[in-house]
């Protein structure tokens, strides 16, 4: 976690918004950077996108069955879309607070300091995200091998060997250029978002043929089971789950155009656009099914689809294949992004901080990434992790937003381009630490378990990040490593970086620390055309 040898950015000639070169620039005014290429659009994309997986295709039971009622179930996906939206008003300030790239990491860090930061960084490049990318993935393979296989469950290898092509695939996509990401972000929100239309279209019909049995007040709070307090919290903790990836966007600040006004605009419409689609998908599911068919269930929209589409039936399968294909694409996109801001702040290796000399991409970090969730795609214990880590990501949401009132505390002259109310960090932090403390008295064990698994970083942290005098050997051991990585990857410092190093003191003499990739790329500077 030492910096390896860092290769600054070529000089490149700066373009007009016509794409013509500007030659009214020096060609040195011009570096190598990570590209401000996300516009309002893409940018609600990537949270509509990260938010809506599988889930609400597959299995929205999951609040059903712990709310008890039809009723009670789609307060709860109300009430937890207005905790959402609450919580993603926090990271809105926080956002243009502090607009660096890393999300909540980012913040932490900031505000608590190197270790705090670090252990939110651990737990998310050990467990989270590769679990996470594994299991969308799987998802992916499976609604498109299921054709195949339409009197048994596609084999295992199968699944997963498709899952790894689809990850591959999307890291190329990315590698190669943000402005790709993003469109293959947008077109399949837009696939996803078009079959719940779909979806809240026919339930509407249904209403209108007199099907609203169990939307009627005396038949929605007829309990299927008995009301308890721990299944209802449990419900809750559910349908908060459900709404994940709501602060992703904050991943890849400074690659948004205009983030002060776009993070916040985007926020503000993708949370509300998200919870109506989730409150009008359920209710539309109990206009075709009744609370016992949806809990029967494994895949409901597929369900829903067989019910009333007959003959297009097969759209539904075909959504939930394009939904998890996208929903690979945005967390490969934003996780990629928080690696990055980890080793730029020396808490990753070096080379996950640099960028491709030509696309501008974080491809070390993106293979990073993809690497890592291939290698889970190899265990069979992932979902385990994930009910082990769950509880730790939570946690962390918690914390940032704490971390927002003490900002304010410690700070309070700071500019900020958003200021909200402490009204709202404090309800937020009222329902998180009610879920809190429920999930560690229902599942202690879990949750000791995930802590354990965040606190392995300690140790980590100590010999890493803190421990700044290291052996020679293994300095020059990194930074063979480092230097290797970059010639193969093609990547070079993003200029920032050096700007930031010259001003805090900390940079080094270019000609000690500059790794030449080879003499044609010194010799031809234009070819960083970012």
């Given at each position: ?152 469950f596609p084999p295992e290898n199968g699944l997963r060997l498709l899952a790894a092509i689809c990850l591959l695939l999307l890291t190329w996509v990315n590698c ?355």
């Amino acid at each position: 976690m030492t910096d390896g040898p860092r290769q600054r950015g070529s000089a490149a000639p700066t373009t007009g918004e016509d794409g013509a070169a500007d030659d009214g620039k020096a060609a040195g005014e011009s570096s190598v950077a990570l590209k401000k290429e996300i516009g309002l659009v893409s940018a609600c994309g990537i949270i509509v996108g990260n938010i809506i997986g599988s889930g609400i295709f597959v299995s929205p039971k999951g609040v059903l069955e712990n709310a008890s009622s039809v009723g009670l179930a789609l307060i709860v996906w109300i009430v937890t879309g207005i905790i959402t939206a609450i919580g993603a008003l926090c990271y809105a300030e926080l956002g243009v607070t502090i607009p660096k790239s890393g999300g909540d990491y980012s913040y932490v860090k900031d505000i608590f300091g190197g270790l705090a930061g670090f252990l939110r960084l651990w737990i998310a490049v050990l467990v989270i995200y590769p679990t996470n990318q594994a299991v969308i993935a799987l998802t992916f393979s499976n609604y498109v091998l299921q054709p195949l296989f339409p009197t048994c469950f596609p084999p295992e290898n199968g699944l997963r060997l498709l899952a790894a092509i689809c990850l591959l695939l999307l890291t190329w996509v990315n590698c190669a250029s943000v402005r790709w990401a993003t469109r293959v972000q947008d077109v399949f929100t837009a696939g996803k978002l078009l079959a719940l239309i779909l979806i809240i279209i026919m339930g509407f019909v249904q209403i209108c043929k007199g099907e609203y049995y169990w939307l009627e007040p005396a038949n929605a709070f007829e309990p299927f089971q008995d009301y308890d307090v721990g299944l209802i919290a449990l419900a809750f903790l559910q349908g908060s789950f459900a709404y994940g990836g709501w602060n992703f966007l904050n991943y890849v600040t400074e690659e948004l155009v205009d983030p002060y006004v776009n993070l916040p605009r985007a926020i503000f419409i993708s949370i509300p656009l998200v919870t109506f689609v989730y409150v009008f998908a359920n209710i539309a599911y109990v206009t075709a099914m009744s609370p016992q068919e949806l809990l029967a269930s494994n895949a409901v929209a597929v369900t829903f689809g067989e019910k009333l589409l007959g003959v297009m039936s097969w759209i539904m399968p075909i959504s939930v294949a394009l939904s998890t294909f996208g929903g690979v694409n945005g967390s490969l996109f934003t996780s990629s992004r928080l690696f990055f801001a980890g080793a730029r702040e020396g808490h990753l290796p070096s080379l996950l901080a640099m960028i491709h000399v030509k696309r501008c991409t974080p491809i070390p970090a993106l293979l990073f990434t993809c690497i890592s969730t291939i290698l889970m795609l190899c265990t069979s214990d992932m979902y385990t992790l994930i009910n082990y880590v769950g509880f730790i990501n939570y946690l962390f949401y918690g914390v940032t937003v704490a971390g927002q009132i003490v900002l304010r505390i410690k700070q309070p002259d700071m500019h900020r381009p958003i200021k909200i109310s402490l009204v709202w960090p404090v309800i937020y932090l009222l329902f998180w630490a009610f879920l809190l403390i429920f999930s560690l008295y229902s599942e202690p064990v879990v949750c000791g378990i995930g802590l354990a698994i965040m606190l392995t970083g300690v140790p980590v942290y100590f010999l890493g990040v803190y421990w700044e005098n290291k052996p020679q050997c293994f300095n020059t051991f990194v930074g063979k490593m480092t230097y290797l990585g970059q010639k193969f990857c093609v990547v070079v410092y993003p200029m920032e970086d050096k700007k930031k190093n010259e001003e805090s003191g900390d940079e080094i003499e270019m000609k000690e620390q500059s790794v030449p990739l080879s003499a044609e790329d010194e010799e031809t500077p234009k070819a960083a055309d970012c």
